[in-house]
């Protein structure tokens, strides 16, 4: 592998998007100009070659004629964009811990390829309007609530990554509201099992004994005056918001961002979250509120398409 270069002329690339259910691939001039898109379902059950080659001809529908030499992909699991190699990942997607992505997928396409976790890669574009608006020193914590609990730390202008590729996954830091529940990750008490919309829609069934279907049917609920459900979002949410509340006052980032599918419930989930941050602020903080997202449905894509500026390549045929 060989690191892309800032000053690299202009070119085309294509994004790819690889999640539980859904590839994305967008097509992007050198001006950023989205001039094809295609999307498939993933065959998460098929196992991961099967996701490779899926991945290899959604950059090859986009990109019949080949204009592209580079892909950017951003991936579930844990990715490290160093090895190219997918270190940990849920069994979302069968077999996919282990996977050689970056290598395998620029062997299967003949183009270089550069990877990341796809929660960094939603939240490269955010980097980059906070360095165009405050300096190339700027930071930033970004969260993705929805499934799980994902996230970004960049730090003077720089996306972290971490052992293995492991930097950001905030939803594996102990949350004194989730002790002693068993994670997915094996361990008990992380913050994911009970802010993710799962962890909620499972702390209504633990304070209820009843069945739920999902995260929407809780908020439902809580929005007719159900006691148990308003409690149960309240809960997740104050436990996320105290978590990002300190780990702003550890790395004193610029700004903070809130996404996933979890705080588009509405203002009773934003507004728990809010207070429990600001109550952990220290003094020099204070006016720093979580945000909603810049970018919208294309952040993912957009961010994969940008991987290839600030992160190593992976070439055909350079497997050891």
Same mark, same amino acid.
């Given at each position: 592998?060989?690191?892309?270069t800032a000053?690299?002329a202009?070119?085309?690339?294509v994004?790819l998007?690889?999640?539980?259910?859904?590839?994305?691939a967008?097509?992007?001039?050198?001006?950023? %100009?989205?001039?094809?898109r295609? =999307?498939?379902?993933?065959?998460?059950?098929s196992?991961a070659?099967a996701?490779l080659?899926a991945?290899?001809?959604a950059a090859a529908?986009?990109?019949?004629g080949? @204009?592209?030499?580079?892909?950017?992909?951003?991936?579930a699991?844990?990715?490290?964009?160093r @090895?190219?190699?997918? @270190? =940990?990942a849920?069994? #979302?997607?069968?077999?996919?811990a282990?996977?050689?992505?970056g290598?395998?997928?620029?062997?299967?396409?003949? =183009?270089a390829v550069? +990877?990341?976790?796809?929660?960094?890669a939603?939240a490269?574009p955010?980097?980059?309007?906070l360095?165009?608006?405050?300096?190339?020193?700027a930071s930033?914590?970004?969260?993705?609530?929805?499934?799980?609990?994902?996230?970004a730390?960049?730090?003077?202008g720089r996306m972290?990554h971490?052992?293995?590729?492991?930097?950001?996954?905030?939803?594996h830091l102990? =949350?004194?509201?989730?002790?002693?529940?068993?994670c997915? +990750?094996?361990?008990?008490?992380?913050?994911?099992?009970?802010?993710s919309?799962?962890?909620?829609?499972?702390?209504?069934?633990r304070? %209820?004994g009843a069945?739920?279907?999902?995260l929407e049917?809780?908020a439902?609920?809580?929005?007719g005056g159900?006691?148990h459900?308003v %409690?149960?979002i309240?809960?997740?949410?104050a436990?996320?918001?105290?978590l990002?509340?300190?780990l #702003?006052?550890a790395?004193g980032?610029?700004?903070?961002v809130?996404g996933?599918?979890?705080p588009?419930?509405g203002?009773?989930?934003g507004?728990a979250?809010r207070?429990?941050?600001t109550?952990e602020?220290?003094?020099?903080l204070?006016?720093?509120v979580?945000?909603?997202p810049l970018?919208?449905p294309?952040?993912?894509v957009?961010g #994969?398409?940008a991987?290839? %500026? @600030?992160?190593p390549?992976?070439?055909?045929?350079?497997?050891?």
């Amino acid at each position: 592998m060989t690191a892309a270069t800032a000053d690299a002329a202009p070119q085309p690339v294509v994004g790819l998007d690889l999640g539980g259910t859904k590839i994305a691939a967008a097509l992007f001039g050198a001006d950023g %100009t989205v001039l094809a898109r295609h =999307s498939r379902p993933t065959p998460a059950r098929s196992g991961a070659a099967a996701v490779l080659d899926a991945l290899a001809a959604a950059a090859a529908e986009v990109d019949p004629g080949r @204009t592209a030499s580079v892909l950017g992909v951003a991936a579930a699991g844990v990715v490290d964009p160093r @090895t190219g190699l997918v @270190t =940990s990942a849920t069994d #979302a997607i069968r077999g996919w811990a282990g996977t050689p992505l970056g290598p395998a997928l620029a062997d299967r396409t003949g =183009s270089a390829v550069a +990877c990341d976790n796809d929660v960094r890669a939603t939240a490269g574009p955010e980097l980059a309007a906070l360095r165009a608006g405050h300096g190339g020193h700027a930071s930033l914590l970004f969260a993705a609530i929805g499934t799980g609990v994902g996230g970004a730390v960049a730090a003077d202008g720089r996306m972290l990554h971490g052992a293995a590729g492991i930097a950001g996954h905030l939803g594996h830091l102990p =949350s004194p509201e989730a002790t002693g529940l068993p994670c997915t +990750c094996g361990a008990t008490g992380h913050l994911e099992v009970i802010a993710s919309g799962p962890g909620i829609a499972a702390h209504y069934e633990r304070l %209820t004994g009843a069945p739920v279907d999902r995260l929407e049917t809780v908020a439902a609920r809580a929005a007719g005056g159900d006691a148990h459900a308003v %409690t149960a979002i309240t809960t997740g949410a104050a436990a996320a918001g105290r978590l990002l509340g300190g780990l #702003a006052n550890a790395l004193g980032p610029d700004r903070v961002v809130v996404g996933g599918g979890v705080p588009r419930i509405g203002p009773l989930y934003g507004d728990a979250l809010r207070a429990a941050f600001t109550a952990e602020l220290m003094a020099p903080l204070h006016g720093l509120v979580p945000r909603a997202p810049l970018f919208g449905p294309d952040a993912a894509v957009r961010g #994969a398409a940008a991987l290839p %500026t @600030t992160l190593p390549l992976h070439r055909p045929g350079a497997r050891r």
